[in-house]
C-alpha cells in the first residue's frame, strides 16, 4: 500500500530532528564571527577525513541511485554496478594525481582552475556550461526524481514532494560546507542502514517466495541461479543492452572519461576536497572508494531480486505503467512491501540521499556564481560577506527555478538517460582541457577555447549524427549498433560511452596539433606549480589501494 504509517512518520521525524540539530549545531559552535568566502564554500580546514568521505557519497547518490540503478538492475543486471566500482579505481587515481595539483596551487573552484591555466573567456564560457548543466539538468533531475520516489511510496502529492525537498535542501545548504559536509555523514548513514533494510527484505522475500523460509544467504545465493543472465558485467555486443554498456568500454574506454570528468574535474564533487590539507582530502577520497564498493548491494541487487521474483510471476501489477513492465518501479515497489517502521527508515534513507545531493550540487552552484561570475564580471570589489550573502541567494533562486522546471520532465521516459546524456554533451571537453592543462605545459589556452567551443559542438554532432548519416560502416569495429525504429526500419546508434572515448580523443589530438603549431598563440595563462614529491602518498593509502584494486579485480573475474 502506497501509504506511511504513524510509525514511519514518527521515524522520519527523528531523523528530520536529528539532522537539523546536527546542522545547526555544527554551525554554531564552528561559526566565526566573519564568515568567509572559503569558510563558507570550502569550510577550509574544517572537515575530517570520514567528513570528506560521506560527503562525497552522499552528494553522489541520489534517487537516479536508487530508482534508476535499481531499474537497471531489474533490466539490465548486475552489469551496470560498473558505473559504481569503476568509479571507486577512479577515485584512487583522482587521489594521487588530481588533488596534489588542486591544494599545491590553491584552486578552490574549477573556472579559477581554467582562468589561471588559460585565461578568462575559457573559464567564463566553461562556467556557463556549468552553471546551466547543474542548474536545468542535475539539480533539476534530482528534485524531479526524488519526487517522484517519494511520492510512489507514500501519499505526499507530487508538488508537495516537490516542495518539501527543496525546502529541506536550501536550509541545509545555507549553512554552508561546513554544515553540508558533518550533516552528510548522518545521512549517509541513514542511507547505507535503509539502503539495507531494503535489500534485506527482496533477498528474505525472494528466498521465501523460492521455499528457503526467508533465509537471506540462500536467497542471496538464489539470485545467480535463477537470473545467470543478469550476473556478467561485460556485455557482449549481441545484448539489448549493449547501447548503454558497450562491452569492455566501460573497464577500459568511454567509462573513464565518464568517471574522471565527474569524480576530477567537477565541482559539485572534487570541492569537498579542496578546502583540507592534502592528508586529510586524500584519507577522505579512499574512504569513498571503500564506500563506492557497498553501493550496488543496496541498490543493484534489490533491482535484480525483483526481476527474478516478477519473472515467477510475483508483483505482475506492481511492475505495470501503461501496460508495459516498467523497471524502475521495482524499489519503489518493494520499500511499499516494507512492514511499519522500516518503511519509515528506508524513506528516510531515500530523502537523505536526495537532500544531500540537492545541498551539494547547490553549493557548487553558488559557488561558481559568487566567486566566478558575480565577483569577477559584476562586483570586482566585492566583500567577502557580500560574496556569501549572494551565494546564498543563488542557492534559493537556483532551487526555485529547479522546483519550477522539475515537473516538466514527467514527460520523459527515461530521467536517468536523460541526465547521462546531457551532462555527457560536456564530459570529453572537460576531461581534456583539464587533463592536457594540469599535466602538458604546452598547452595553449586556443587549445582549450577550442576544446571548449568545439568540443561541446562535436559531442552534438555524434549525438545527433545517426539520425542524417547510416553509421553501418562502424558496426564492425563495434562503435555502431542496429536499432530497430517504430516503423521498424534499422537505424545505426552509436553507445554513449563509446561517444565520449571517440569524441575525447578527437578533442585531445586537435588540441596537441594546435598547441604544437602554434605554442605562443592567444593570451596563455601558466602552468601549474609541480613537485614530484607530492604524487607520493602513505602506506595507509598504498595499503588500501591495493585492497580496492583487488576487490575489483576479483569481482570483474568473477562476473566476467
Same mark, same amino acid.
Given at each position: 500500500m502506497n501509504k506511511l504509517q504513524v510509525a514511519d512518520y514518527i521515524v522520519f521525524c527523528i531523523y528530520f530532528i536529528v539532522v537539523s540539530g546536527y546542522g545547526y549545531f555544527i554551525y554554531r559552535r564552528k561559526k566565526s564571527k566573519t564568515t568567509s568566502t572559503k569558510e563558507f564554500f570550502l569550510a577550509e580546514g574544517s572537515l575530517t577525513w570520514w567528513a570528506i568521505g560521506a560527503s562525497l557519497i552522499a552528494s553522489n547518490i541520489s534517487a537516479e541511485h536508487f530508482i534508476g540503478m535499481s531499474g537497471s538492475g531489474f533490466a539490465i543486471g548486475l552489469a551496470i554496478s560498473t558505473y559504481e566500482w569503476m568509479s571507486a579505481a577512479t577515485l584512487i587515481l583522482v587521489a594521487v594525481l588530481f588533488i596534489p595539483l588542486y591544494l599545491k596551487n590553491r584552486i578552490y573552484t574549477m573556472p579559477q582552475f581554467l582562468s589561471t591555466r588559460y585565461n578568462d573567456t575559457v573559464s567564463t564560457i566553461m562556467a556557463v556550461f556549468w552553471l546551466l548543466v547543474y542548474v536545468l539538468v542535475n539539480l533539476t533531475s534530482i528534485l524531479y526524481l526524488g519526487a517522484l520516489a517519494i511520492h510512489s511510496i507514500s501519499n505526499v502529492p507530487f508538488a508537495w514532494?516537490?516542495?518539501?525537498? %527543496?525546502?529541506?535542501? !536550501?536550509?541545509?545548504?545555507l549553512g554552508g560546507m561546513k554544515v553540508i559536509g558533518y550533516t552528510d555523514v548522518i545521512q549517509v548513514l541513514v542511507l547505507i542502514i535503509g539502503g539495507l533494510v531494503t535489500t534485506y527484505l527482496a533477498l528474505s522475500l525472494l528466498s521465501e517466495k523460492l521455499g528457503f523460509g526467508g533465509d537471506v544467504l540462500k536467497g542471496l545465493l538464489a539470485l545467480r541461479k535463477e537470473a545467470p543472465d543478469h550476473f556478467h558485467m561485460i556485455l557482449p555486443r549481441d545484448n539489448d543492452h549493449y547501447k548503454e554498456l558497450p562491452g569492455l568500454s566501460v573497464i577500459i574506454g568511454g567509462m573513464w572519461v565518464n568517471n574522471l570528468a565527474y569524480w576530477g574535474c567537477n565541482q559539485y564533487i572534487i570541492q569537498r576536497a579542496l578546502g583540507s590539507d592534502?592528508?586529510? =582530502?586524500?584519507?577522505? !577520497?579512499?574512504?569513498?572508494?571503500?564506500?563506492?564498493?557497498?553501493? *550496488?548491494?543496496i541498490v543493484v541487487? *534489490?533491482?535484480?531480486?525483483?526481476?527474478?521474483?516478477? %519473472?515467477? +510471476?510475483?508483483?505482475a501489477q506492481e511492475m505495470l505503467v501503461n501496460g508495459a513492465v516498467k523497471p524502475d518501479n521495482a524499489y519503489p515497489t518493494l520499500m511499499n512491501l516494507l512492514p511499519a517502521g522500516l518503511k519509515g527508515i528506508a524513506f528516510a534513507a531515500l530523502t537523505a540521499a536526495v537532500v544531500a545531493s540537492l545541498a551539494g550540487k547547490a553549493n557548487s552552484i553558488s559557488t561558481i556564481f559568487s566567486l566566478d561570475i558575480y565577483g569577477k564580471y559584476f562586483n570586482k570589489n566585492a566583500s567577502e560577506k557580500k560574496l556569501v550573502s549572494v551565494g546564498r541567494w543563488a542557492v534559493i533562486i537556483s532551487m526555485l527555478i529547479a522546483a519550477v522546471i522539475a515537473p516538466a520532465l514527467q514527460s520523459l521516459d527515461q530521467a536517468y538517460q536523460f541526465i547521462q546524456d546531457y551532462v555527457g554533451l560536456i564530459a *570529453? %571537453?572537460?576531461? =581534456?582541457?583539464?587533463?592536457l592543462g594540469l599535466f602538458w605545459k604546452k598547452t595553449t589556452s586556443n587549445a582549450a577555447l577550442f576544446a571548449t567551443i568545439g568540443g561541446f559542438l562535436l559531442s552534438v554532432i555524434f549525438k545527433f549524427l545517426p539520425n542524417f548519416v547510416n553509421l553501418s560502416f562502424l558496426s564492425g569495429s563495434g562503435f555502431s549498433i542496429p536499432v530497430t525504429q517504430k516503423d521498424? %526500419? !534499422?537505424?545505426?546508434?552509436? *553507445?554513449?560511452?563509446?561517444?565520449? +572515448?571517440?569524441t575525447f580523443l578527437i578533442i585531445v589530438i586537435i588540441m596537441v596539433i594546435m598547441s604544437r603549431l602554434r605554442p605562443n598563440s592567444g593570451n596563455n595563462g601558466k602552468p601549474l606549480e609541480m613537485d614530484t614529491t607530492m604524487f607520493r602518498v602513505t602506506p595507509a593509502f598504498v595499503i588500501s589501494s591495493i585492497i580496492i584494486l583487488g576487490i575489483l579485480t576479483a569481482l570483474y573475474t568473477v562476473f566476467y
Open positions: 514532494c516537490i516542495v518539501g525537498l %527543496s525546502v529541506f535542501a !536550501i536550509f541545509v545548504t592534502l592528508k586529510t =582530502a586524500r584519507g577522505g !577520497i579512499i574512504f569513498a572508494a571503500f564506500l563506492k564498493l557497498l553501493v *550496488p548491494v541487487l *534489490p533491482g535484480i531480486a525483483m526481476y527474478v521474483m516478477h %519473472s515467477k +510471476g510475483l508483483f *570529453p %571537453s572537460v576531461l =581534456a582541457i583539464f587533463l521498424g %526500419s !534499422i537505424q545505426y546508434e552509436m *553507445p554513449f560511452l563509446d561517444r565520449m +572515448g571517440i
